[in-house]
């Protein structure tokens, strides 16, 4: 029904930078939420960055003044700005898009694969 397909990750050094994007396509009728996570071994997944349903962003503590979400709405597409990283940002980081395929059905999250980036020190 729906796609979801992350990009651009890596391996960068200690303080260097990357930018993430994600494409969701497919069968959309609207998407209500949608934004990044990550999940490093042996760890939950956690949220790092996201644009919620209105419109606002949410991030987490350990990635505010160093990581930016922004958004292209009509080509469905978001980015995540990563700059000055550090190893323990080293993570599969996965794109999550909160989408209704139909008015009358209820919204359902959808999984890219993740994109590995790899911070060395």
């Known amino acids: 029904q729906v796609q979801v397909v992350e990009s651009g990750g890596g391996l960068v050094q200690a303080g260097g930078s990357l930018r993430l994007s994600c494409l969701a396509s497919g069968r959309i009728f609207s998407i209500n939420a949608m934004g990044w996570y990550r999940q490093a071994p042996g760890k939950q997944r956690e949220l790092v960055a996201v644009?919620?349903?209105?419109?606002?962003?949410n991030y987490a503590d350990s990635v505010k003044g160093r990581f930016t979400i922004s958004r292209d709405n009509a080509k469905n597409t978001v980015y995540l700005q990563m700059n000055s990283l550090k190893p323990e940002d080293t993570a599969n980081y996965y794109c999550?898009?909160?989408?209704?395929?139909?008015?009358?059905?209820?919204?359902?999250?959808?999984w890219g694969q993740g994109t590995q980036v790899t911070v060395s020190s």
């Open positions: 999550n898009a909160k989408v209704r395929t139909s008015p009358l059905l209820p919204v359902y999250a959808y």
């Open positions: 644009f919620t349903d209105g419109g606002s962003t």
